[in-house]
């Protein structure tokens, strides 16, 4: 690859040169734990054990790397598998880390719940909000400022190179988790962010197929502190997981030029429904993230959010009534979900500063004819 490639070949190209021995134009699956030594130490092309590398998730690594314009990016069991990984990396036990007050409640729930035990504590703040977000900084020592940008589920908008430099001012690190954005809409490297968190799960694998997570690291050094952690520990994905993420991976531009024109259609037609209350989605001019979204994202995505007028029993009826839009967790792949964040992704956060309301409905518009989309949405809402 040349630094000049553009981000659909390195999609495609990026980490799959064909494969030396066969030809085969894609990586293979390497389904092997251990690799033949020529002589004690003698590795072939570094390869002695899986858990520490395997070819296939190698080329995964390369492909990601380039696409997030990182030195190095690193594959795990899953998003939060890497979540873990990075924290346990970058912190220590006594440090304290600022955290969004809407993100995925999964992450929140590793904070409050996991490592909070160890000894990791944590200020909850409004990521939209800078001067707040610098009040904090200020307020004492801070290891890490955590950031979703779209949050989970509503879709509010950070300014990226503005916190890198709040963070960066204050001694602390900007870690980005764009899984809502994915690198195609988003490089949060290139605004100054130290670290790049997936759920590959989502439109990076984008079929709904695999279970998986990533770190894109700006710095090669705390790449391999990550590194030696994750070999240490063991969340890594297996081959055959690698492998369903690389072959998603080389859509992502076509499936996400498609998620977002469906969406941005979606969240106009709610927005003009009697029975809806609000729309969350930064492509609206009327979203408060919406000139910060057009400057760092390339489009707006493919989660649109919104509450129902008539309450929480009203959402869940709604939930129930569609057709094409299938009742499920998880978002990013190619066929349309519905869901209650409150009773569902986000009841781990019930009770905390990052509780959603309960009228809230969360879609991952997908990529069918959108005609059809917009038709199962209004019998749903029309009941
Ligand atoms: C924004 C975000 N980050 C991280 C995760 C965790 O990823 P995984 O389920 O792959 O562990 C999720 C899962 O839904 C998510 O939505």
């Known amino acids: 690859m040349t630094s000049h490639d553009g981000f659909?070949?390195?999609?495609?190209?990026?980490?799959?040169?064909?494969?030396?021995?066969?030809?085969?134009?894609?990586?293979?699956?390497?389904?092997?734990?251990?690799f033949k030594q020529d002589g004690v130490g003698g590795l072939r092309g570094g390869y002695e054990y899986a858990?520490?590398?395997?070819?296939?998730?190698?080329?995964?690594?390369?492909c990601l790397a380039a696409l997030e314009a990182a030195p190095a990016a690193l594959a795990f069991a899953s998003g939060l598998a890497a979540e873990d990984a990075l924290l346990r990396t970058v912190?220590?036990?006594?440090?304290?880390?600022?955290?969004?007050?809407?993100?995925?409640?999964?992450?929140y729930r590793l904070f409050a719940r996991v490592l909070a035990g160890w000894g990791l504590s944590h200020t909850v703040v409004s990521m939209s909000d800078l001067a707040a977000v610098k009040?904090?900084?200020a307020a004492r020592p801070v290891r890490l400022v955590w950031v979703e940008t779209?949050?989970?589920?509503?879709?509010?908008?950070?300014?990226?190179?503005?916190?890198?430099?709040?963070?960066?001012?204050?001694?602390?690190?900007?870690?980005?988790?764009?899984?809502?954005?994915?690198?195609?809409?988003?490089?949060?490297?290139?605004?100054?962010?130290?670290?790049?968190?997936?759920?590959?799960?989502?439109?990076?694998?984008g079929h709904s197929d695999v279970i998986g997570g990533a770190l894109a690291l700006a710095d090669a050094g705390l790449a391999e502190e990550v590194?030696?952690?994750r070999n240490a520990t063991g969340g890594v994905p297996g081959p055959f997981d690698a492998w369903l993420t690389l072959r998603g991976i080389k859509t992502l531009a076509a499936r996400m030029d498609r998620h977002c024109r469906n969406a941005m259609r979606v969240a106009q037609m709610l927005a003009e429904h009697p029975a809806?209350?609000?729309?969350?989605?930064?492509?609206?001019?009327?979203?408060?993230?919406?000139?910060?979204?057009?400057?760092?994202?390339?489009?707006f995505g493919g989660m649109v959010s919104f509450r129902l007028l008539a309450g929480e029993e009203a959402a869940v009826r709604t939930c129930g009534r569609t057709r094409l839009f299938t009742l499920g967790e998880?978002?990013?792949?190619?066929?349309?979900?519905?869901?209650?964040?409150?009773?569902?992704?986000?009841?781990?956060?019930?009770?905390?500063?990052?509780?959603?309301?309960?009228?809230?409905?969360r879609l991952s518009v997908g990529i069918e004819d959108c005609d059809d989309l917009l038709d199962d949405l209004r019998q749903a809402l029309e009941g």
Not at 23 to 31: C, D, E, L, R, T
Not at 340 to 348: I, K, V
Request: hydrophobic fraction near 40%; charged fraction near 15%.
């Open 135 to 137: 009040e904090q900084l």
């Open 51 to 62: 858990r520490t590398a395997n070819p296939t998730r190698t080329a995964l690594e390369q």
């Open 276 to 299: 809806v209350a609000e729309v969350f989605y930064p492509g609206l001019p009327t979203h408060p993230g919406h000139k910060t979204a057009q400057e760092q994202m390339r489009a």
């Open 227 to 229: 590194d030696y952690l």
């Open 150 to 205: 779209p949050t989970n589920p509503l879709l509010s908008i950070a300014d990226i190179r503005a916190l890198a430099a709040a963070a960066h001012q204050a001694g602390a690190l900007l870690v980005v988790d764009n899984t809502f954005a994915s690198p195609y809409l988003q490089q949060p490297l290139t605004l100054g962010a130290d670290a790049v968190v997936h759920s590959t799960t989502k439109y990076l694998g």
């Open 91 to 107: 912190c220590a036990p006594g440090d304290h880390v600022l955290v969004p007050d809407d993100a995925y409640g999964g992450t």
């Open 330 to 361: 998880s978002l990013g792949g190619v066929e349309s979900l519905i869901e209650h964040p409150a009773r569902m992704t986000h009841a781990s956060v019930a009770g905390s500063q990052l509780e959603v309301p309960g009228d809230l409905v």
């Open 8 to 34: 659909e070949t390195l999609a495609i190209h990026a980490g799959q040169e064909p494969d030396a021995l066969t030809g085969a134009v894609v990586p293979p699956i390497y389904q092997v734990s251990t």
